[in-house]
């Protein structure tokens, strides 16, 4: 991931998403090429950005359901940081993010 989105994730700037997109249209395909990646939802997940997440998971809904290096997905990695608020947006959004099985098959819900 290039460094303005890693960025942009981390201070869960909107503006500085766009901007990254400016820069490179094509930034997300990049990151679905890898297999296991922190992508930035998983990073503004784990950092609890409400506004940045939920503008990632109208751009890309896909990445709700990328694992990281570690097995985990962004919902996994928002429990675990005991983010509750980015839990609930994220269910929301897709209740099916519950059953997205991660590192030794486990669940959110487990």
Do not use: W
């Not at 901007?19 to 609890?48: C, M, R, Y």
């Amino acid at each position: 991931m290039n460094e303005r989105l890693r960025g942009a994730a981390h201070s869960g700037s909107i503006d500085a998403l766009y901007a990254s997109i400016q820069e490179n249209a094509h930034v997300f395909e990049l990151i679905d090429q890898i297999p296991f990646v922190d992508t930035s939802l998983h990073l503004a997940a784990k950092a609890g950005h409400v506004e940045f997440v939920m503008e990632m998971m109208n751009l890309k809904p896909s990445f709700a359901r990328k694992l990281n290096q570690d097995g985990l997905s962004p919902i996994h990695l928002a429990l675990a940081y005991e983010q509750k608020e980015m839990v609930d947006l994220l269910l929301a959004s897709d209740k099916d993010l519950a059953c997205v099985k991660g590192k030794e098959g486990y669940t959110p819900l487990h």
